[in-house]
């Protein structure tokens, strides 16, 4: 069984950063395709930006695309998502997801989630 667990959320100013990360424990953890997803209250979760096994591929949502970085550390079995120009609308709780298939844009593609790690954009 996979298990992820996010950290690196906070509260910062608009216009600031934040790194998450996803680190799985339990087995061994490797070639998955990895996303992260977020929901803010009141909306539905949506696809933030996914990797694939290698790092070789990474598809962002349109709206997040320049701002917003994924990435993996093969080594450690960690992915990433490191967020710039962050701006309130950004707030949500944001989601680390593994799938044991090919990268995804949708919630159906992943097999194993996180609990979710809150961002809070002020202004």
């Known amino acids: 069984q996979v298990q992820l667990v996010e950290s690196g959320g906070g509260l910062v100013q608009a216009g600031g950063s934040l790194r998450l990360s996803c680190a799985p424990s339990g087995r061994t953890y490797s070639r998955y395709a990895m996303g992260w997803f977020r929901q803010a209250p009141g909306k539905e979760r949506e696809f933030v930006a996914t990797i694939s096994a290698s790092g070789a591929n990474r598809y962002y949502a349109d709206s997040l695309k320049g701002r917003f970085t994924i990435s993996r550390d093969n080594g450690k079995n960690t992915a990433y998502l490191q967020m710039n120009s962050l701006k309130t609308e950004d707030t949500a709780v944001y989601y680390c997801?593994?799938?044991?298939?090919?990268?995804?844009?949708?919630?159906?593609?992943?097999?194993?989630w996180g609990q979710g790690t809150q961002v809070t954009v002020s202004s």
């Open positions: 997801a593994a799938s044991m298939g090919i990268v995804s844009r949708v919630e159906a593609g992943y097999d194993y």
